[in-house]
């Protein structure tokens, strides 16, 4: 049971475009949402979050928008930067249990051509 | 400040051998957690702790054994390796206000 979802596996954007990162989740108790960036070889990094009480939050290039009755949060980067090519994680915390524990999404490909 | 370090970076096991993958972190975080990530897939919760001396099982804690006797650290032991655990593990670790995790660059670990 898939409770947080991105159903691209990848995504191909041009340098100075806009890339969109979309993630779906199933569980109205989550309250809590992040983004995390992850390079081959190594760790996931934290890139933004935002919380259930909010439908935006912007990071200079990074804007998270959540949609809380379509259970829909996508990232967007504008612009994108041969830099952006990594994974991109969706992850999902809240009410679930104690630990702060998330949620992860399999994950999107990101590739920026020049 | 080091953050989140793993020890070892690689390690290839044997079917029924035992090994234990080594966290630490320097940030003096409260809550530290163990998953795993399988090829195309998202990070699946192991084990996590709230705090010393305090464990609980995440979603997928077969075959795996955790202890928490220091803030800084936080091992996680294979018993008897199965090929179904070949992975690559993350620690990560987070402040008990803060839900941001931080990851460390992880074990790849393969059972042949």
């Known amino acids: 049971d898939q409770q947080v979802k991105q159903n691209s596996p990848s995504l191909s954007v041009q340098e100075g475009r806009i890339s969109i990162l979309n993630c779906d989740y199933t569980n109205s108790m989550f309250d809590y949402f992040l983004w995390y960036k992850k390079y081959p070889a190594e760790g996931p990094t934290f890139l933004i979050s935002i919380s259930s009480i909010k439908d935006k939050n912007e990071d200079g290039r990074f804007t998270v928008f959540l949609n809380k009755s379509a259970k829909h949060l996508s990232l967007h980067i504008v612009p994108s930067q041969p830099g952006d090519s990594a994974v991109y994680f969706c992850?999902?915390?809240?009410?679930?249990?104690?630990?702060?524990?998330?949620?992860f999404g399999t994950g999107t490909q990101l590739k920026v051509e020049l | 400040n080091a953050g989140v370090t793993q020890t070892p970076k690689f390690r290839i096991l044997k079917i029924g051998q035992s090994m234990t993958l080594q966290c630490t972190q320097d940030?003096?975080?409260?809550?530290m957690y163990w998953y795993r990530q399988d090829p195309g897939m998202g990070l699946k919760l192991i084990y996590y702790?709230?705090?010393?001396?305090?464990?609980d099982k995440g979603e997928v804690p077969n075959g795996y054994n955790v202890s928490r006797s220091t803030t800084e650290d936080f091992p996680l032991r294979l018993e008897l390796a199965a090929p179904s655990q070949t992975s690559v593990y993350f620690c990560?670790?987070?402040?008990?206000?803060?839900?941001?995790?931080?990851f460390g660059p992880g074990t790849r670990l393969t059972v042949t």
């Open positions: 992850a999902a915390g809240g009410l679930t249990g104690g630990g702060n524990k998330l949620t």
């Open positions: 702790s709230v705090g010393a001396g305090i464990t």
């Open positions: 940030m003096n975080h409260n809550y």
């Open positions: 990560a670790s987070s402040y008990a206000r803060d839900r941001t995790g931080y």
